[in-house]
């Protein structure tokens, strides 16, 4: 009985930017959500990961970060001047599917990393902010 108590516990669906370490947050890219402005912060690619710098003068909360629209990393925080690396292998879109971020053992071809934006929530509203991203092409 306790374990059956716990899986249901656990079939939650995360929101957008609540996601845990523990929990799926795959889920479709926001369709009516547009871009409202562009950052000044990097996301850097190297090989598999992305290296995120915040530049900005404004710390973020809760938050997701988006590669190519369709891939989605939740981040919990990111403060003023704050870097943090994802393996890129950890995106997932509405699918579970996993960004094909290469690496030594990958089978298939890395994607590219050709758009990565921040999903957050600003004066009570969630929005889509861009960032720069640069670096290397998929090894």
């Given at each position: 009985?306790?374990?059956?108590?716990?899986?249901?516990?656990?079939?939650?669906?995360?929101?957008?930017?609540?996601?845990?370490?523990?929990?799926?947050?795959?889920?479709?890219?926001?369709?009516?959500?547009?871009?409202?402005?562009?950052?000044?912060?990097?996301?850097?690619?190297?090989g598999h990961?992305?290296?995120?710098?915040?530049?900005?003068?404004?710390?973020?909360?809760?938050?997701?970060?988006?590669?190519?629209?369709?891939?989605?990393?939740?981040?919990?925080?990111?403060?003023?001047?704050?870097?943090?690396?994802?393996?890129?292998?950890?995106?997932?879109?509405?699918?579970?599917?996993?960004?094909?971020g290469g690496?030594?053992?990958?089978?298939?071809?890395?994607?590219?990393?050709?758009l990565v934006?921040?999903?957050?929530?600003?004066?009570?509203?969630?929005?889509?902010?861009?960032?720069?991203?640069?670096?290397?092409?998929?090894?």
């Amino acid at each position: 009985m306790c374990l059956l108590a716990l899986l249901v516990a656990g079939c939650g669906l995360p929101t957008a930017l609540t996601a845990g370490p523990e929990s799926t947050y795959a889920r479709p890219f926001p369709p009516d959500l547009l871009q409202y402005e562009q950052l000044d912060m990097q996301a850097r690619r190297k090989g598999h990961e992305l290296t995120i710098t915040n530049s900005s003068a404004q710390r973020f909360e809760a938050s997701t970060i988006w590669v190519n629209q369709r891939f989605s990393h939740p981040l919990q925080s990111l403060d003023m001047g704050q870097r943090v690396t994802l393996d890129l292998r950890q995106f997932v879109d509405e699918y579970s599917e996993h960004f094909r971020g290469g690496g030594f053992f990958a089978t298939q071809q890395p994607a590219d990393v050709m758009l990565v934006q921040i999903e957050t929530e600003r004066d009570g509203q969630i929005v889509l902010l861009g960032l720069v991203s640069v670096g290397d092409t998929p090894n």
